[in-house]
């Protein structure tokens, strides 16, 4: 589906979500901060826990796990938040349960999906590692329209 | 040298003034006896002449003049204020304004005399003091006189006085010899300016402009530094290599005001000891890159002399560009910025061996929480620094209106508020134009005529209102006039008949439909089309511009009432006063500006009126809001006997928020919450506290 998130050979920052490891693109990250208070957004989509201040910015932070539909996070000294700047205007933070290493992918190295179920569409392709199977995160459908999405959540 | 210094200055002021007689000359049309304006209008005007004449602006001066003699007959009461008068008056500040502009573009006030305005000036002065039976010469003869006068006054130049005055060093002999050999003479211009002078820089570097239009300048003395930095009397000696002949050079000279004498010699040092002749080239080119060194304004050589002012034009950006900031934010921040100096040092008194010590750490960390609250505060003081009342985009509207109402020939009145409102400087400079549309559209469109104004029952003068306040994270500008409202019928029917909708379309459409319509690019509902507006280019540009600032705008109209348009400006960069309140175990801001009262109702007062809870609060009924219910919070506070009630306000209604307790006031910051998560309308932003915590903003507007 988008193609445009992966490059010949890509640097991919490595993250954990559930026991499974994911691959965010580097270009789109701007910082990795820890675990911090997260103030609430009352009506907010629910896989929107709230927002956190970063240095007097205030940024929006998406959980993946509740994005994913898997079991609420649940927060360790290892829990990090990526922040992404997707748009110089717009940061956005998402909160992983681990921060692992940055990987090089080549084209080669990734399957593009092409599996129809639905969840799967937040990846775009399957990355081979020699340290085991990297979900490569397709970033514009994880940032995607979001009340279609909150529609479909609730 | 460089007059730029007291440009700028002298252009801040010049507005003020312009603005001042303005408005005084407004109120002064209304009330012809008022001896306070006359004064005032009188000392502005003075001001600006004497600024004029200082900074070389002659035009300028030459009408502020003219226009000062008719104010000073006024005065004297000699003359009355005649509607024709005025608007000639008016004209000439028009002229003034012309001429201001030009010299914010170009630093130079452009070449249009206004003869015509001046003789019309020349023309009222005369039939008033006639007609007021007092009997003057016309303005422009005494001007005449005057130029005789001091052309009478000039002294015989006297060739022996002054020369040798100038002592030249031995590369200048060389450059003057070697000019001389190319056919240019070396003129002596020695400048007396007058003891009343009081800019001599910029007077002496307005000679030295206009000496530079014949030629090089290879010297002066004192040097330009130092007459640069104002370190001489009243004279000063320039010395030029040129072609033109001394009588012009004379003439240019004294053209600059406020020089008392100018006395033109040949350069002469053959009586001194003469430098050998046997220099070579080399050392005389030499020679012509030192005056440039010692006059910086001055050109390489005569050659390029033409290319100064297109260099001068190029300066232009620099002009204006300034903020005027209001003394007590200034002082607000100097005193921040003293306070960081005084956290600094407690900090560095704290020396890193004591941090064993439990108290010393403790001590640390309350250092470091002082200076967070300081750098927040600075943080916020800043952004209040380009905060710009909104009074500077409105304040020409008077006259606008003014004008307008003389030309559409209708009586009408422009009433303002909320002039002190501010904006961020951005808004300030983009909100201007849709303003003006907006009220131009009122009086043409809006406003009837007179004599159908009088058939309806409504008091001849037509109203037109501009408002201003701050709305929670937005100001609104309230633009209305008790006009005949916009004929939704007439719109309808325009519509049809241009092909903007369909007659289909337009029998499912409502009243709101059809206004949005107004918004439409090039639909103009008025009849003919005056050069006032009318020509279907205003309101789409209007809600285009509001839109780009991300604002809204809004019509509201009753036909035969008048109608409304509501502007809708977020403000980005705001600072609010609001109310810290907790609802649950969150922390909330609402908007000082919403709120009405702030109550304690025992939960016996709670009615019922149809399943809602209302409370009736010195008699009038206000529904209930458990904000704790709206917001969802996860962790609800027992209920307890005395409900806090926040009651707030949007234009004629209420609501009580419940919450669960209060902080206090606190001023704050309005961020945004950031564009991908879903902000639901209650929530108008948020704020970070003093300890980093993030407080979310109600817009209470949703809420009621």
């Not at chain 2, 007059?3 to 507005?15: D, G, H, P, R």
């Not at chain 2, 030499?286 to 005569?302: L, R």
């Not at chain 2, 003389?406 to 002039?419: A, I, R």
């Not at chain 2, 977020?570 to 309140?581: D, E, G, H, K």
Request: glycine fraction near 6%; include cysteine; charged fraction near 30%.
């Amino acid at each position: 589906m988008a193609e445009g998130y992966t490059n010949e050979t890509g640097q991919y920052i490595g993250v954990m979500i559930n026991n499974e490891q994911y691959g965010i693109d580097i270009n789109f990250i701007d910082n990795i901060v820890r675990m911090q208070r997260i103030t609430r957004v009352p009506k907010a989509q629910e896989y929107f826990p709230g927002v956190i201040n970063l240095r007097g910015e205030i940024i929006p932070v998406m959980s993946l796990r509740r994005r994913f539909g898997f079991d609420d996070d649940v927060f360790t000294p290892k829990s990090r938040i990526l922040i992404l700047k997707p748009e110089p205007q717009a940061s956005i933070g998402f909160i992983v349960d681990e921060v692992k290493e940055v990987l090089t992918l080549s084209e080669e190295d990734i399957d593009k999906a092409v599996t129809s179920d639905d969840k799967n569409t937040y990846i775009s392709g399957v990355g081979k590692h020699p340290k085991g199977l990297i979900s490569i995160l397709n970033l514009s459908v994880v940032l995607q329209d979001k009340e279609n999405q909150a529609k479909e959540g609730g | 040298m460089d007059v730029s210094q007291y440009l700028e200055v002298f252009i801040e002021e010049s507005k003020e003034h312009l603005q001042a007689l303005n408005e005084h000359l407004l109120i002064l049309e209304k009330e012809p006896e008022n001896e306070n304006t006359i004064n005032e209008i009188f000392r502005a005007a003075h001001s600006l002449k004497g600024m004029a004449g200082t900074m070389g602006y002659k035009r300028m001066q030459k009408l502020t003049h003219d226009m000062e003699n008719v104010f000073q007959e006024i005065r004297s009461g000699k003359m009355k204020v005649r509607p024709e008068l005025t608007d000639c008056l008016f004209e000439g500040l028009d002229a003034l304004q012309e001429y201001v502009d030009n010299i914010i573009n170009t630093q130079d006030e452009g070449t249009n005399d206004n003869q015509p305005l001046i003789d019309k000036l020349a023309k009222e002065l005369e039939i008033g003091l006639n007609g007021g039976g007092a009997a003057a010469a016309p303005e422009p003869e005494k001007k005449e006189e005057k130029k005789e006068e001091s052309k009478a006054q000039e002294p015989v130049q006297n060739p022996s006085s002054k020369a040798g005055s100038v002592v030249y060093a031995d590369h200048e002999k060389l450059a003057i010899k070697e000019a001389a050999s190319q056919g240019l003479t070396t003129y002596e211009v020695h400048v007396d300016l007058q003891e009343s002078c009081l800019l001599k820089a910029a007077r002496a570097y307005l000679v030295f402009k206009a000496v530079e239009e014949f030629g090089e300048i290879i010297k002066s003395v004192p040097d330009a530094q130092m007459i640069e930095d104002e370190k001489f009397d009243f004279s000063f000696v320039v010395c030029v290599l040129t072609k033109a002949g001394a009588d012009e050079l004379r003439k240019r000279v004294l053209n600059v005001s406020e020089v008392k004498e100018a006395t033109i010699e040949k350069a002469s040092f053959e009586n001194e000891t003469a430098a050998t002749g046997e220099s070579a080239e080399s050392k005389s080119e030499e020679t012509e890159s030192k005056p440039v060194s010692a006059s910086p304004a001055a050109p390489v050589t005569a050659s390029q002399a033409p290319q100064k002012p297109a260099a001068s034009t190029q300066k232009k950006a620099v002009v204006n560009r300034s903020v005027r900031v209001d003394i007590e934010k200034l002082d607000d921040l100097m005193n921040l910025v003293s306070e960081l100096i005084i956290a600094k040092n407690g900090l560095a008194s704290l020396s890193p061996d004591d941090f064993s010590k439990k108290e010393k750490r403790s001590a640390f960390n309350e250092q470091i929480e002082y200076l967070e609250r300081i750098t927040t505060n600075i943080h916020q003081s800043v952004m209040k620094v380009r905060m710009v009342p909104i009074e500077s985009v409105v304040n020409r509207f008077p006259r606008m209106i003014r004008d307008l109402s003389k030309k559409l020939d209708k009586p009408m009145e422009l009433y303002m508020s909320g002039e002190e409102t501010e904006l961020d400087r951005t808004v300030i400079d983009e909100i201007g134009d849709p303003l003006m549309h907006i009220l131009r559209n009122s009086a043409d469109h809006g406003l009837e005529s007179a004599e159908v104004r009088k058939q309806l029952g409504k008091p001849e003068t037509g109203s037109i209102y501009l408002n201003a306040f701050q709305e929670g994270n937005s100001v609104v500008i309230e633009c209305s006039d008790d006009g005949g409202g916009i004929n939704t019928e007439k719109v309808k029917n325009k519509a049809i008949e241009k092909g903007t909708i369909t007659p289909e379309q337009a029998e499912t459409m409502t009243e709101k439909d059809f206004i949005d319509l107004l918004f439409k690019p090039s639909f103009s509902t008025a009849d003919k089309i005056s050069d006032v507006s009318g020509r279907g280019v205003g309101l789409d540009v209007v809600k285009s511009k509001i839109e780009s600032l991300s604002g809204t705008v809004e019509c509201k109209t009753a036909l035969g009432q008048g109608t409304t348009f509501t502007i809708r400006l977020p403000l980005t960069l705001a600072i609010i006063q609001s109310l810290m309140v907790i609802i649950g175990e969150e922390k909330y801001a609402i908007p000082l500006g919403s709120i009405d009262t702030i109550e304690d109702i025992p939960i016996t007062e709670i009615r019922r009126i149809e399943k809602k809870e209302v409370i009736n609060l010195r008699g009038s009924v206000i529904p209930l809001v458990r904000m704790a219910d709206i917001l969802e919070v996860p962790v609800k506070a027992p209920e307890k006997e005395n409900l806090t009630v926040v009651v707030v306000v949007k234009g004629d209604r209420k609501a009580g928020l419940v919450v669960d307790d209060l902080i206090g006031q606190l001023e704050i910051v309005i961020k945004s919450i950031g564009k991908y998560i879903n902000n639901s309308k209650i929530i108008s932003g948020a704020t970070v506290l003093g300890d980093g915590e993030i407080a979310l903003i109600l817009d209470a507007n949703a809420l009621v």
